[in-house]
């Protein structure tokens, strides 16, 4: 029997990104023509992590067997059964580190978007609890990224 599959979005989180994508690009271009061009490639660089930061997820998906997140060009999956345990960054990021070094990151629940937002969140909250996962709050969980989640296909 195949279990429900729930599917949220990310749609606050991508208007923030595009948002600061236009700023630093008009920065760059604002910059170029005031005669200051050293400063444009700065404003170029933030430009690019929001870029990277776009393409870094799209929305989120779960299941009783697993929760991944999709983007453009990949998904990155991680069993529940892999879990050990969970960090929650100071903005709300949940880092989700399994076994042989997985690590999953999730957008902080305030980004997320879509009508299954509320049942997503129960379904977490129960699943977290059901599988008595340790969550820890730390400074770093912020600024991590995927790794060894990637699904080939």
Known sequence: MKSKELRVGLFVYKI???V?????LFCAVMAWRAGQGYVSPLFLLFAC??????????SIKSTSEYISVLSP???????????????EGNQG??????KGEKRLVLPSPTYWSG?????MFEFM??????????ILETISADYKVHKNVKVYT
């Open 49 to 58: 992590i929001g870029v990277f930061l776009l393409f870094m997820a799209s």
């Open 115 to 119: 009508p299954q937002k509320s049942e």
């Open 93 to 98: 990021t949940l880092v989700i580190h399994g």
């Open 16 to 18: 923030i990104v595009w």
């Open 125 to 134: 909250d129960s699943q977290l609890e059901n599988l008595e996962i340790e």
């Open 73 to 87: 060009f990949a998904e990155y999956r991680i069993y529940w059964d892999e879990v050990e345990w969970i960090e």
């Open 20 to 24: 600061g994508i236009v700023f630093f």
